[in-house]
């Protein structure tokens, strides 16, 4: 397992688009380090950014003390990565390049300077309140251990709100680049069983699973009984839009329970803080008692 020193709560986010592209015989180092990359790319344009070895390695999660094994392992991921040729096809034009055309590594300033591709760029850019993209904390995607796992709690997350996806089983295979060699019982043994233990398990510390009651199908055909396609289900999350409604009807109902009762008060956050008494000052004391007697006066008018 990678280690973890270091990491906060940092975000990845990229259009969908960016899961159909299989990360062929990527350990899972090295798919820790791309996710890592493509944090810090986030939102950037097409401006080149340059990372320090440290700041990579507490990102990734990267646990290997020396300089040159994470050199080596950095070399590794971006030679597979330049093997892999991005394509989109909208209609009108075929596209087929590599994410990211400048990848430099300087071993005497321990930085990696890296660059996307400008036809690229909106994979990484220009993320809305219900728009396609998928995002995860990155600490969890690299506490996983399994390959396997990684590609799948990617997936996954981008079916968030939906709660589950359907893939054939062909489809499944390419995803997550299982070697054609695995029939069912292999895939089963060596890919279902550790995504379910990782994503849909607590975990030894007591952490929950990334996905509350992770169920895998199993669908078969009519006929022959062959295993056709697997259905992936979970407890789907909230919307953007569903949480900012959420925080909107909490707020409205405080109001209302303000007006019905009106001893309910909304108590700031020093409450409960430990701290010395401090005396009103005796302008402070006036003013107090000036709206007391204000407030006596409209209720004895009331009345």
């Known amino acids: 397992m990678a280690g973890r020193s270091g990491m906060g709560n940092e975000i990845v986010q990229y259009k969908n688009e960016l899961n159909t592209v299989g990360l062929r015989e990527f350990f899972a180092v090295e798919q820790d380090l791309f996710m890592a990359l493509c944090y810090k790319m986030k939102q950037k344009g097409t401006e080149e950014v340059v990372l320090t070895f440290d700041e990579l ?88 251990n399994s390959r396997y796992s990684k590609a799948m709690f990617r997936l996954l997350k981008q079916w968030r709100v939906k709660g589950g996806n359907t893939w054939g089983l062909e489809t499944f295979r390419e995803l997550l ?37 992770l169920q895998i199908k199993k669908n078969q055909n009519g006929k022959g009984r062959a295993i056709t396609s697997l259905t992936f ?30 001893k309910t008060e909304i108590l700031p956050g020093w409450v409960g803080q430990t701290g010395t008494e401090t005396p009103l000052s005796p302008e402070d004391e006036a003013a107090v008692n000036a709206r007391i007697a204000k407030l006596k006066s409209t209720r004895t008018k009331k009345e």
């Open 57 to 144: 390695r507490a990102l990734s999660g990267y646990s290997k003390s020396a300089n040159e094994h994470f050199v080596n392992d950095l070399k590794s991921m971006n030679e597979k990565l330049q093997a892999i040729k991005v394509n989109f096809d909208d209609g009108v034009k075929y596209v087929s390049l590599v994410l990211f055309p400048t990848f430099i590594i300087d071993r005497e300033t321990k930085t990696v300077t890296i660059q996307v591709n400008h036809h690229f760029a909106f994979l990484l850019n220009n993320f809305g309140i219900g728009g396609k993209w998928t995002g995860f904390e990155l600490a969890v995607h690299s506490r996983l």
């Open 177 to 213: 680049e299982i070697p054609e060699s695995y029939d069912m019982r292999k895939i089963t043994q060596k890919v279902l069983a550790p995504i379910m233990s990782e994503l849909g398990m607590p975990q030894e510390d007591g952490t929950p699973p990334p996905f509350s009651n």
């Open 233 to 262: 289900s979970f407890d789907r999350e909230n919307t953007e839009k569903e949480l900012i409604k959420e925080g909107e009807n909490k707020g409205k109902r405080i109001g209302r329970n303000t007006v019905r009762n009106k």
